[in-house]
């Protein structure tokens, strides 16, 4: 029987047009401006020194600014970029020019497995911070108190089997007490190889014929009664 449902974010939750759209354009938008005016903030001294770490050279801050905005083009998974981005999107959040976008059949649910006793947690690619700001700051308010934890790549990669060994470990439960939601098959088959059960989000996409995956439109389609073992 399931009783932890651990969802990822950008098109399962969440559009794949507002992280791309919006929260991707907002931080390369707002980079030079935010390190420029918080240069001596401690935590931004340690990720520019992260980013000299990475390139192998001592940049000055029009460089490191310059450097950053490649990466964020090039749409690099690299550590000091995703905590930065995440800082600046709290920024914008607190300022009230961002607000996180949530499905509505994704809100209603989480919000009543949660009530039925399941357990909930995040997995996503983006930083756990920026997990935590995109749920605080959705159109309903701050949907973090439904959420027993967060995984992003510091566990390992999506699409790697053992990533999700690692959060089993993590949680403690037998994976197939685990219920993984995706709307990327690889994911979901790395998942489905250490053990979790798995659903597919197709959203607006055809469905697979020679998929392993039982594939959803939304939310509301879920019936987790179909994962209760006699």
Do not use: C
Request: glycine share 6%; proline share 2%.
């Amino acid at each position: 029987m399931i009783k932890v449902i651990i969802t990822d974010i950008e098109g399962t939750t969440s559009s794949l047009s507002f992280v791309k759209d919006i929260l991707f354009p907002y931080a390369r938008a707002h980079v030079g401006e935010f390190l420029r005016a918080n240069f001596e903030n401690e935590t931004v001294q340690k990720l520019l020194a992260d980013v000299n770490a990475e390139v192998g050279a001592e940049l000055d801050l029009e460089q490191a600014i310059t450097q950053l905005i490649q990466w964020m083009d090039d749409d690099k998974k690299i550590t000091p970029l995703k905590s930065l981005q995440g800082l600046i999107w709290e920024s914008g959040y607190l300022r009230g020019e961002l607000t996180g976008h949530l499905y509505s059949d994704a809100i209603h649910n989480l919000q009543t497995w949660k009530a039925q006793g399941f357990d909930l947690y995040v997995y996503s690619s983006g930083s756990v911070y920026a997990q935590k700001l995109l749920f605080a700051h959705t159109e309903v308010g701050d949907l973090t108190p439904i959420f027993s934890g967060y995984f992003d790549t510091h566990i390992g990669g999506k699409q790697d089997s053992s990533s999700y060994e690692n959060i089993v470990a993590h949680i403690g439960l037998p994976a197939e007490q685990l219920l993984f939601l995706s709307d990327i098959e690889a994911e979901l088959n790395a998942a489905q190889t250490a053990g979790l059960q798995t659903i597919w989000l197709i959203r607006d996409d055809a469905p697979q014929t020679e998929a392993s995956h039982w594939q959803v439109r939304d939310f509301d389609a879920i019936e987790l009664e179909r994962f209760v073992h006699e």
